[in-house]
């Protein structure tokens, strides 16, 4: 009896620094354990990238009368949100002003912004306006504008190029190295080298 009540007496002395131990292990093992908090990662960077795509397609657009305001139309489109542009391969455009006059635009490739009010086109690029009637009732010749790259503003029917351009005017034709024609104001300047054939308007 003496023997086990020692025995117990030393046990009852050594279970605190028993226990204190266990508890200390127990602790260390549950740091180790419990996963650690991640540093907040940066913002993924905006790429450049599609969200969708329309092949051999054909998208209008129409006023608040209902009228047709613009027809576009190509091979392929692609979509890029980043910067809400459209960038269309083997592209046609059909756009008609507030008096219904027509205005064609082609190329290899175009970029447009949202409601394709402004144009990019780029690659054997060409924009033609429609012959149309002057103050005075007289008909104008059909003009066309060509190049590698011509920026279209559809709505304000302003064309410009930092690229060689010709236009052809009826018989006339001029070359440029730059080019910027506002079709309201009928001004167009030409700049670089720029050069003209003026053919005369034969009586009848």
């Known amino acids: 009896m003496n023997a086990v009540r020692l025995l117990l007496d ?3 002395l050594y279970l605190p620094v028993l226990l204190m131990g266990t508890l200390a292990m127990a602790t260390y093992w549950l740091v180790r354990s419990s996963p650690t908090v991640s540093a907040p990662e940066p ?3 905006v790429q450049h990238q ?3 795509f329309m092949r051999k397609f054909a998208v209008k657009t ?3 009368e209902g009228k047709l305001k613009s027809e576009v139309s190509g091979g392929e489109a692609r979509h890029f949100p980043d910067t809400d542009t459209l960038e269309i391969d083997q592209v046609h455009i059909r756009s008609f002003n507030e008096q219904g006059r027509l205005t064609v635009a082609t190329a290899r490739q175009a970029i447009t912004n949202g409601d394709a009010s402004e144009v990019q086109l780029i690659g054997n690029a060409r924009v033609v306006r429609e012959a149309v009637p002057d103050k005075n009732g007289r008909l104008q010749p059909s003009m066309t504008l060509t190049g590698e790259f011509l920026h279209a503003f559809m ?3 302003r064309v410009k ?4 351009v010709e236009l052809t005017h009826g018989k006339d034709r001029f070359t440029a190295d730059s080019m910027d024609f506002d079709n309201l104001d009928r001004v167009m300047l030409m700049t670089g080298r720029v050069r003209g054939q003026l053919v005369p308007a034969t009586t009848p």
């Open 50 to 52: 599609p969200d969708y």
């Open 10 to 12: 030393r046990l009852t």
């Open 161 to 164: 190029s930092h690229k060689p």
């Open 43 to 45: 913002a993924a960077a």
């Open 62 to 64: 129409y006023d608040a």
């Open 155 to 157: 709505n304000t029917e």
